[in-house]
């Protein structure tokens, strides 16, 4: 079965460090997105990328970037960690406007 | 810019009760609407999509209505259960060419929903 997939699942960091999450999904959706889940702000729109080498920014995108080289993978990249990206990442897939989107698992992200 | 805006916030009740779960959006002007299931710990898991031409879909003990006139979508759950104990997320989607060039899902804080035995 198609499945979208987060790495890690925890991730414990230092402040300045750069980290990168992964997402890889099957479903060979076009279209894919990052989130962050915070309490008190739901979830907000980081980057999104329409196919490969297609990146734009979100509503919160500050200190994080995106590549696409493939259709499978848009990783998220903190270039230097802060403690107030200490949050919850959830990557998603869609295959058009048409369709949902497919949400992964997420990544609980801790910066210390 | 599109608000959500999900009432009640949080909801207590015995199993076998029927549910209504609200959300209003300030944009009548979305694409579609997407009805998410949020258990602790997890991620989302998608329940119902609801196209802009559409006023409705069902799934199982679920119903979700769509009024674009009056921005308003609302989640009927039949017979809740237990295992109906979750957070729900209501997020419409809004045009590209309302918010700066791309489809844009925006999320609303959610309903927590406690169903007792």
């Known amino acids: 079965d198609a499945e979208i997939t987060q790495s890690p699942r925890h991730k414990i960091t230092e402040t300045g460090r750069q980290v990168t999450l992964a997402c890889h999904q099957t479903?060979?959706?076009?279209?894919m997105f990052w989130y962050r889940q915070d309490l008190g702000h739901g979830l907000r729109l980081i980057h999104y990328?329409?196919?490969?080498?297609?990146?734009n920014k979100g509503e919160v995108s500050d200190g994080y970037s995106v590549s696409r080289s493939n259709t499978e993978d848009l990783p998220l990249t903190l270039e230097s960690a802060a403690s107030s990206q200490t949050s919850v990442y959830f990557c998603?897939?869609?295959?058009?406007?048409?369709?949902?989107?497919?949400f992964g698992s997420g990544t609980r992200l801790t910066v210390v | 810019k599109q608000e959500v805006t999900q009432i009640p916030a949080a909801l207590s009740v015995p199993e076998g009760e029927n549910l209504v779960l609200n959300c209003s959006f300030t944009?009548?002007?979305?694409?579609?609407l997407q009805w998410f299931r949020q258990d602790p710990g997890k991620g989302l898991t998608s329940l119902l999509l609801?196209?802009?031409?559409?006023r409705e879909q069902t799934s199982g003990r679920l119903n979700a209505s769509l009024d674009k006139s009056s921005g308003r979508s609302t989640l009927y759950i039949a017979a809740s259960q237990p295992g109906d104990s979750a957070t729900y997320l209501c997020?419409?989607?809004?045009?590209?060419?309302?918010?700066?060039?791309?489809?844009?899902?925006?999320f609303g804080a959610g309903t927590r929903l406690a169903v007792h035995p």
């Open positions: 998603a897939s869609s295959e058009s406007t048409d369709y949902g989107y497919t």
């Open positions: 479903w060979n959706h076009n279209n």
């Open positions: 990328s329409y196919g490969v080498q297609d990146t």
């Open positions: 944009d009548s002007a979305i694409y579609n």
């Open positions: 609801i196209q802009s031409s559409q």
């Open positions: 997020a419409p989607q809004v045009w590209g060419m309302f918010s700066g060039g791309y489809n844009k899902l925006i």
